[in-house]
């Protein structure tokens, strides 16, 4: 009696479990990853009711492009940048991760972990080529050397040297300070008048990233501003590379050596700023353009 009680009561107990495990599943979709509605790491499943089951198992869309709206009405857009799990978002969109990235998850296989890593790789690429144009936009307010309003100047942090065969640079000094037409003489015959008696040089070599980097920058300015002449100067560079850039907004002329050590450019880019035909600044180094402007504005131009 007492074995034939025991089975009654195990039988009695399944029976409760599996009704309640039926009224408890009664009309729920099937869930694919683990019983999550969603795909989250390292925490318990959301309770999001109206997340499509099938966002985790559809192959989905191209890369970016969005997909036809689901029954809920949601739009499915695969990204790169989507983490493994589906989330709907307040404008009724849904970023799911690329398909290798699902297929891994839901059936785990070596051919897929193979896909898993390009996905990661890829990522990882793309991260890496936008902190590349990030460097490229801050690096000059990081790198340009921090000088005072001086005619000297000091060695750039973030430019090209030059040559090395050269003799002291001879700059001007208070008292002493030679005009711009005495300087530019020999490269410049006829200097563009400046309405508010600034002008400023920029000197640069072909051959220096630094110059490739900074001559857009003051191609621009010098575009933004044609009530301060600016001229190029190009040193230590091959023949007929001032030629390859006649379509710059600014005139380019080639400078000798005894011109570059008179103006006591000891690195490229250099920008010299000029008020009333005397050496005011000089500016070593890759340069912000807002630094060259409030420069600019200061001598009252």
């Not at 570059?260 to 690195?267: A, D, F, I, K, T």
């Amino acid at each position: 009696m007492r074995e034939h009680a025991s089975i009654g009561r195990v039988s009695a107990a399944i029976l409760v479990v599996t009704l309640l495990g039926i009224g408890a599943n009664t009309g729920a979709a099937p869930r694919g990853y683990f019983g999550c509605p969603v795909l989250v790491f390292f925490a318990p499943c959301p309770t999001i009711d109206d997340a499509p089951s099938e966002a985790t198992t559809d192959p989905g869309p191209p890369l970016l492009s969005p997909a036809a709206p689901t029954d809920g009405g949601h739009l499915p857009i695969e990204s790169l940048w989507a983490e493994p799990r589906s989330a709907i978002e307040a404008n009724g969109q849904m970023y799911v991760p690329p398909k290798p990235v699902r297929e891994f998850l839901e059936a785990p296989t070596p051919e897929g972990a193979r896909a898993y890593l390009a996905w990661n790789q890829g990522r990882l690429r793309a991260i890496a080529q936008a902190t590349a144009v990030l460097r490229l936009v801050t690096e000059p307010e990081m790198t340009a050397p921090r000088q005072n309003p001086t005619p000297t100047g000091s060695p750039p942090t973030a430019g090209c040297a030059t040559p090395a065969k050269t003799v002291e640079p001879v700059t001007p000094t208070a008292g002493g300070q030679e005009p711009l037409a005495g300087m530019l003489a020999a490269a410049v015959a006829d200097p563009a008048p400046a309405p508010h008696g600034v002008t400023v040089l920029y000197a640069f070599a072909s051959w220096c990233p630094y110059s490739a980097r900074q001559t857009p920058l003051v191609a621009a300015w010098a575009r933004s501003r044609p009530d301060v002449p600016v001229t190029g100067l190009l040193f230590d560079s091959p023949s007929g590379a001032a030629a390859e850039l006649d379509s710059q907004p600014l005139p380019v002329r080639t400078g000798s050596r005894a011109l570059r050590e008179r103006l006591g450019v000891q690195s490229y880019p250099t920008l010299l700023v000029f008020k009333n035909g005397v050496l005011v600044e000089r500016l070593a180094g890759l340069v912000p353009m807002a630094r060259l402007e409030a420069t600019i504005h200061a001598l009252g131009a």
